[in-house]
């Protein structure tokens, strides 16, 4: 036992195969190419099937990560997937947008002497195999109980309600506002990170299952959350996520060539920009970038830009390296493909032409101070350390609020000061009777799998509501 | 799904009407508010105001004017067809309501936009001077429908051939000369809006003007349709597209128009070809 065990910490964790650096920031075809069904197996090898995993300690949705593992090892991935959607309705995607590092994986005993399992590579390769290969088994639908479930927004949050109520035997509608299906996993991740015939499966699936999809349908605008009521609805899930972008309010940011996140990465992903003009919707497309922030939603558009025809991507950010919150495979991507991280800095006002295009922009040096709320270390500017960046792009992404579009029309359900979604941590109960909510509305933008644990616990409350009442 | 169930040319196939299927919609739109089309899967999302709406019917009408690939490519549908995506009713209703003498002033295919918000205002009790311009006779669109829906009616041309020849804004200048005018509503062109907005300015008169700056979704998710108004950003789609005339920066929003401008002629070359 203690001889195997060695030799499972000495059987080095498997290297994902990926596009050469120079190669794909040319192109928008996803990064990593999969593990082959030997690679995982070996990897999956590795795990030492421990007795109290640490790793799903780590999970939000407490994922049978050594379940699923020795499946792999086993050979049995079809196994392994059916084991994975057990907790994770959508194991492809989580395998590949999960912050492992400091999720399944941080906690993972391997890592704390040398490397932890690639539990999101195996996750996201035994997910990808049982769609592949179209040979897991769709989940048994109950017997239909009659009731009707509205579930207002296709993000990962209502994409997992609607698969756990359609299964529990409901009429499952879900309302998306976009012509598309998908939330932030279409619209936002870009396909090179996420392709967007994974997020189409997925929603196949439901469909197969039964589940209703209206697009097209904005609640609050198109119809009201009491008008579904009226037209037979029995229960109402908000999964809207927390689209509104943030601006800096700073001088010229109104030139054109300042975008936000948003609308530059919806160009591209959505309405597949970088495809122009085979598709009709342009983007911008500059010469040297500069992206404000440094989450994923940063990476995305930095790595965007530059595979959008860039000579030069640089990320501005006001803190420190260490700070810097975007998954730890994206900044290493981000580096590889040729971004340059400009940290302490902060842009002070936007520099434009006679035709009101940017040309540039000012930036603070910032230094470390005293600790704030968060713990941080905090930055401060360093007087007199202006300076000027040329650049003809800016992308904006220091973070997104609620859109209050949906709760303005719903006056009766609670929000707090941030105008999110005040929920029953433990069941998603809004104050309106009959509504629930989950996901980045009640949060604020947090994390693909954090939503999907919100939406599956709102789904138990709900079906509990359904069967057994308020 | 969203079937055109009527077409018409105007202004000598120019302009455009389309009604379209689209029953929840058509429920609740209100005069004021806009949709967003796309035509096809391949296509942009387009901001068009209802020019009508039928709710009994379920329809909505649409009237635009073809400047580009989109716009070519909507004209181009025929009755029967659908449109891949119409999405809303969006942005705030005109707030309606007796203010007593209304001066309605529309250009262009503005003039659709500001049909029902006129018949609105007449409806509401208000008396009604509409004044509409366009670059010659055969370009006006909908005189009958304003004629009914107004009190009196001036018709500009820039070339004279119908009506009075000139501005909309002499027509203007003449009546608050004469008049106390509670309200001018303008909506057209942007040199339109900003030359009515200067000369009610002066006189004191309050003026709504409808903004179009280029949008994506028209939900407040992206911020591209950001417009200054009185030295604060909104975002046309959700705290508009109506704003107080006096406090517009015209100027910015003429220059953000121009965003895409080459990539639009790139667009437009290939779908020539294609046709
Ligand atoms: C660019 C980007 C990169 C990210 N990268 C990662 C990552 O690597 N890993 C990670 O874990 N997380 C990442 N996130 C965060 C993660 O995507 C979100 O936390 C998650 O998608 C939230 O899910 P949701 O279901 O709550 O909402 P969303 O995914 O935001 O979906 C909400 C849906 O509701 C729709 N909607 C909104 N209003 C209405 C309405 N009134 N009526 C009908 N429909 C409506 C929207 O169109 C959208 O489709 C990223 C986010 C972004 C923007
Ligand atoms: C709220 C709103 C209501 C509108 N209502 C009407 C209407 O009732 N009738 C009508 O004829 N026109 C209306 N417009 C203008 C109409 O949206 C544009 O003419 C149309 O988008 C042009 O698209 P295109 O591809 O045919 O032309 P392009 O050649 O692509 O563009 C021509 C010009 O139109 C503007 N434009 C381009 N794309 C957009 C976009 N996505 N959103 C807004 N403007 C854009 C730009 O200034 C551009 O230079 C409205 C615009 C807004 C914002
Ligand atoms: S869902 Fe995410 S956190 Fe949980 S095991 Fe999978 S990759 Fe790790
Ligand atoms: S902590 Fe690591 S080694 Fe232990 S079960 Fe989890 S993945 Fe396997
Ligand atoms: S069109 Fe995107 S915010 Fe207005
Ligand atoms: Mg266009």
């Not at chain 1, 192109?27 to 099937?49: D, H, I, K, W, Y």
């Not at chain 1, 109290?52 to 780590?58: D, I, L, M, S, T």
């Not at chain 2, 030295?231 to 704003?243: I, L, N, R, S």
Request: glycine fraction near 10%.
């Amino acid at each position: 036992m203690v001889e195997k065990k060695a030799k499972k910490e000495q059987t080095p964790r498997s290297k994902m195969p990926e596009q050469a650096p120079e190669v794909r920031n040319k192109n928008f075809l996803e990064v990593p190419l999969g593990l082959t069904p030997e690679m995982a197996m070996t990897e999956a090898s590795r795990c030492l099937q421990c007795k109290k995993p640490a790793c799903v300690e780590g999970c939000p949705v407490s994922v049978d990560i050594p379940g699923f593992i020795a499946r792999i090892a086993d050979g049995d991935f079809n196994g392994a997937a059916v084991k994975l959607w057990e907790r994770n309705a959508l194991p492809a995607v989580c395998g590949r947008v999960c912050p492992q590092e400091i999720q399944c994986e941080g906690l993972c005993i391997l890592g704390k002497k040398g490397d932890s399992v690639a539990i999101g590579y195996l996750e996201r390769f035994a997910a990808d195999f049982a769609r592949e290969n179209g040979t897991a088994e769709l989940p048994k639908v109950a017997e239909k109980t009659g009731k009707k479930v509205a579930v207002i927004g296709s993000g990962p949050s209502g994409l997992t309600v609607a698969g756990d109520l359609i299964v529990k035997g409901h009429d499952v509608t879900i309302f998306e506002a976009f012509h598309q299906t998908g939330g932030v996993l279409v619209y936002g991740i870009p396909e090179f990170r996420l392709p967007k015939s994974i997020v189409a499966s997925e929603v196949a699936t439901l469909e197969k299952l039964g589940v209703n999809i209206e697009t097209n349908s904005v609640v609050g605008a198109t119809v009201t959350i009491d008008e579904l009521f009226e037209e037979g609805y029995d229960a109402v899930y908000v999964g809207v996520g927390a689209g509104l972008p943030r601006f800096m309010n700073l001088p010229g940011e109104n030139f054109i060539g300042v975008f936000s996140a948003n609308e530059y990465l919806t160009r591209t992903n959505l309405m597949k920009a970088y495809r122009f003009p085979e598709y009709d919707t342009p983007v911008a497309r500059g010469k040297n970038v500069v992206v404000l922030g440094a989450g994923n939603v940063a990476m995305d558009a930095a790595r965007t830009a530059m595979r959008l025809g860039a000579e030069s991507v640089k990320v501005v950010y006001r803190r420190s390296r260490a700070e810097m919150p975007a998954r730890a495979e994206e900044l290493h991507h981000a580096e590889e493909e040729g971004i340059e991280f400009i940290l302490l800095t902060n842009p002070t006002r936007f520099f434009g032409d006679e035709n009101g295009r940017l040309t540039g922009m000012e930036c603070l040096k910032m230094e470390l101070g005293e600790p704030d709320a968060s713990g941080r270390r905090r930055p401060v500017a360093v007087a007199g350390s202006e300076y000027t960046i040329e650049c003809d792009l800016v992308v904006v992404s220091v973070g997104a609020q609620p859109n209050p579009l949906l709760t303005n029309a719903t006056p009766d359900i609670t929000l707090n000061r941030w105008g999110n979604i005040e929920a029953d941590p433990a069941t998603g109960k809004t104050t309106k009777k009959g509504v629930w909510a989950g996901g980045d509305i009640v949060t604020g933008m947090a994390t693909v799998i954090l939503a999907m644990g919100a939406g599956r616990e709102a789904a138990d409350s709900i079906h509990d509501y359904l069967t057994l009442g308020w | 799904m969203f079937e055109i169930v009527n077409r018409e040319e105007m202004a000598q196939g120019t302009i455009v009407l389309n009604e379209i299927d689209a029953p929840r919609i058509a429920r609740k739109a209100k005069p004021g508010q806009f949709v967003i089309l796309q035509a096809n899967e391949k296509g942009e999302r387009i901001p068009l105001t209802m020019a009508d709406v039928d709710p009994e019917k379920g329809t909505i009408t649409i009237i635009y004017m073809i400047v580009g690939k989109s716009t070519k490519v909507f004209g181009s549908m025929q009755v029967g067809e659908n449109y891949y995506a119409v999405i809303g009713p969006l942005g705030k209703a005109t707030h309606i309501e007796k203010r007593g003498k209304v001066v309605c002033v529309g250009g262009g295919t503005g003039i659709a936009v500001l049909h029902p918000i006129t018949r609105a205002l007449k409806e509401a009790g208000n008396e009604v001077t509409t004044i509409l311009g366009s670059r010659n006779k055969d370009l006006l669109i909908l005189e009958d429908k304003m004629t009914s829906a107004s009190h009196h009616l001036h018709i500009c041309t820039d070339d004279g051939s119908r009506g009075h020849h000139g501005f909309v804004t002499d027509v203007l200048k003449d009546i608050l000369a004469k008049e106390k005018i509670d309200l001018v509503v303008a909506i057209g062109p942007v040199p339109m809006m900003k030359f009515v907005s200067m000369i009610t300015k002066e006189k004191g008169v309050e003026t709504l003007v409808s903004l179009n700056p280029i949008m994506v979704d028209g939900t407040g998710m992206c911020g591209g349709c950001r417009v200054s108004v009185g030295g604060t950003t909104k975002f046309a789609c959700v705290d508009g597209p109506e704003f107080d005339g006096h406090a517009v920066d015209y100027d910015e929003l003429s220059k953000r128009l121009t965003a895409y401008q080459a990539d639009e002629k790139i667009s437009l070359e290939e779908c020539k070809q294609n046709i």
